[in-house]
C-alpha cells in the first residue's frame, strides 16, 4: 500500500517540479542602486532574466563571438547610456543629501548663537 502524502509534501513536490530547468542555478546575492530596485518592482521584472541579459549583455561587450548580435549591440548601447544617467542622479542625490546635512548644521549654529547670545545678556545684566 502507498504511503498518502501530506498536503505540505504534495506542494514541495509541485514547487520543485516547477523550478527545474536545465543548466546551472547559481546562488548568490547582488547589490542594485535603490533606483534600480525600484524599476525591477515597478516593470515586474524577474532577478534570473535580468541577470541573463545582463551577462549576454557583458559578454559582448568583451566581445565573445556568439554574444555579437545586434540585439546584444543595442543592449549593450542602451545599458551604458542608463548606467550614466543612473551615476548621474546617484551624484545628485548625494550632492543633496550633503545640503540637507548642511542645513541641519547650520540650523543647529543658529540655535547655538542664539543661546550664547542669551547667556552674554544675563551676565550683562
Do not use: C, H, W
Not at 51 to 62: I, S, T
Request: glycine share 4%.
Amino acid at each position: 500500500m502507498a504511503e498518502e502524502k501530506t498536503e505540505e509534501q504534495v506542494k514541495e513536490e509541485l514547487k520543485q517540479k516547477q523550478f527545474k530547468r536545465v543548466g546551472e542555478t547559481i546562488i548568490t546575492s547582488v547589490s542594485v542602486s535603490k533606483e534600480f530596485k525600484k524599476l525591477m518592482d515597478a516593470y515586474d521584472l524577474s532577478a534570473t532574466e535580468t541577470f541573463r541579459r545582463g551577462v549576454a549583455v557583458m559578454l559582448y561587450d568583451l566581445g565573445i563571438p556568439q554574444y555579437q548580435s545586434r540585439t546584444n549591440k543595442e543592449r549593450s548601447a542602451y545599458v551604458q547610456e542608463f548606467l550614466k544617467q543612473v551615476g548621474e542622479e546617484e551624484k545628485l542625490q548625494e550632492k543633496l543629501e550633503k545640503v540637507d546635512l548642511l542645513k541641519e548644521n547650520l540650523s543647529e549654529i543658529k540655535k547655538n548663537i542664539s543661546s550664547m547670545k542669551k547667556i552674554m545678556e544675563d551676565l550683562e545684566e
